[in-house]
């Protein structure tokens, strides 16, 4: 072999390598976020949990928005919001519980143009690479994500059951032209069916736990009403037990 050839397969020896490793790091990855959503006992750990992959793919922002409160024709009212902020591996967490839900924005996302667009790109997923010259972003929303920094965003539905349950979104102070497609492919697009599953485990659960309060509610009320012969105490006693 001349001194180029061996150079030449030095060098693709070198590419091989490190695609073995980036493989070997992305696999370690999602398997870590995975079995980390899949043991969540909170809304907290499953928000903390994707913001790793959100990082990892250079979104260092995340937003997991779910709806709690809707009205009689299934339409959400009320929601709370997760956000956390990776910076060089630290993570702030925001709560905000009983925010009202932009039903514009709902519109817009569901919209026959977005759902058109997703379909020729991602499926599912959002994705604005740079809201600068984004034109398919409502003014307002795009206003404020500016104005707060962010230049890109990846935005997709929870849905479980076929049932909404909410949105997961991941945020950039930086255009992501350069993102890779297989991140969003791979990573984003796996992570949205785990942390919907995870979100979905935890709704179940509170309503398990909500049942079960009613029922012992209801067996005390029932204990007392048959060993209390005064209709004011016992209905005293039952407004004290409900509430």
């Known amino acids: 072999q001349t001194v180029a050839d061996q150079l030449a397969n030095a060098i693709q020896n070198a590419r ?19 079995m980390a959503i899949n043991e969540a ?68 996302f569901f919209s026959d143009a977005q759902q058109a667009r997703r379909a020729q790109t991602s499926g599912a997923l959002s994705v604005f690479k740079d809201l600068a010259s984004e034109v398919d972003v409502p003014e307002t929303l795009r206003q404020n994500l500016l104005a707060q920094g962010y230049q890109s965003l990846i935005m997709a539905p929870l849905q479980a059951r076929n049932r909404l349950l909410g949105f997961l979104t991941f945020y950039s102070q930086n255009p992501v032209d350069d993102l890779p497609a297989r991140y969003i492919q ?47 105490t016992l209905l005293a006693q039952a407004a004290e037990l409900i509430r």
């Open 16 to 34: 091989l390598f490190e695609q073995l490793n980036t493989s070997l790091t992305e696999s370690k990855m999602q398997t870590e976020v995975s």
């Open 41 to 108: 006992q909170s809304v907290e750990a499953i928000v903390r949990a994707a913001s790793q992959i959100g990082e990892f793919i250079g979104m260092e922002g995340v937003s997991l928005r779910y709806f709690t409160h809707w009205d009689a024709d299934g339409v959400p009212l009320l929601q709370d919001v997760f956000g956390v902020i990776r910076h060089n591996g630290d993570a702030e967490l925001r709560h905000q519980r009983d925010t009202g839900v932009d039903h514009e924005l709902l519109r817009w």
């Open 186 to 232: 791979v990573f984003v697009r796996t992570l949205i069916d785990e942390v919907a599953s995870g979100l979905d485990r935890f709704i179940l659960l509170q309503e398990s736990e909500r049942r079960a309060e009613r029922m012992e509610t209801a067996f005390e009320i029932s204990r007392q009403a048959a060993s209390m012969l005064d209709e004011e």
